[in-house]
T-cell receptor, first 114, second 116 residues
Framework: DAGVTQSPTHLIKTRGQQVTLRCSPK?????VSWYQQALGQGPQFIFQ???????QRGNFPDRFSGHQFPNYSSELNVNALLLGDSALYLC?????????????FGEGSWLTVV | QQQVKQSPQSLIVQKGGISIINCAYE??????FPWYQQFPGKGPALLIA?????SEKKEGRFTISFNKSAKQFSLHIMDSQPGDSATYFC???????????????FGKGTLLTVNP
């Protein structure tokens, strides 16, 4: 049973560019959330997707957008990258009907903006 | 405004000792309280979680104690081992109208070092 998988694991982008990160949820999970973890900090909630719609959103600007596909996988897009966007981006999945609504995280995608 | 306050920032214990990490929350809507373990360069791994209808939950060497009236919860690691050396995060989430955990708010983390 594969856990939450994310790609790419590492990437370097230039300020002003756009980036797309990808996530496949744990088998049987239908809800995907994205978190940003700056170095030395706890993860910060970006948004959550369920049934292909953004259901909840944290305190992040509109430069951060996402998408969920019919197979429950998800993408996080960040436009007009800033140096401060450098962080570990974590995908988490859960399901109300499975695993007791527990939230599981992937290994993350390390984004460096130069 | 930090909704989940975690202490201590760092903790050093000897092998075989008990590690205790504490968290306090403010939002009474929080209904799910997990603890995550994170090794350098890795994503957070769920250790143990509790809901407010119980005061204690134990899984192996890990125990969560929960005090709803004080809005506090803690992680106890018994017989601490060098392999337990990692950063530990407490977190909390409310339930939405559908009963789903929808947003984890994390503490700032505790760096645990277990000396051999």
């Amino acid at each position: 049973d594969a856990g939450v998988t994310q790609s790419p694991t590492h990437l370097i982008k230039t300020r002003g560019q756009q980036v797309t990160l990808r996530c496949s949820p744990k088998s049987g999970h239908d809800t995907v959330s994205w978190y940003q973890q700056a170095l030395g900090q706890g993860p910060q909630f970006i948004f959550q997707y369920y049934e292909e719609e953004e259901r909840q959103r944290g305190n992040f600007p509109d430069r951060f957008s996402g998408h969920q596909f019919p197979n429950y996988s998800s993408e996080l897009n960040v436009n007009a990258l800033l140096l401060g966007d450098s962080a570990l981006y974590l995908c988490a999945s859960s399901s109300l009907d499975r695993d007791g609504n527990t939230i599981y995280f992937g290994e993350g995608s390390w984004l460096t903006v130069v | 405004q930090q909704q989940v306050k975690q202490s201590p920032q760092s903790l050093i214990v000897q092998k075989g000792g008990i590690s205790i990490i504490n968290c306090a929350y403010e939002n009474t809507a929080f209904d799910y309280f997990p603890w995550y373990q994170q090794f350098p360069g890795k994503g957070p791994a769920l250790l143990i979680a509790i809901r407010p209808d119980v005061s204690e939950k134990k899984e192996g060497r890990f125990t969560i104690s929960f005090n709803k009236s004080a809005k506090q919860f803690s992680l106890h690691i018994m017989d601490s081992q060098p392999g337990d050396s990692a950063t530990y995060f407490c977190a909390a989430s409310p339930l939405d109208s559908g009963g789903s955990n929808y947003k984890l708010t994390f503490g700032k983390g505790t760096l645990l070092t277990v000396n051999p």
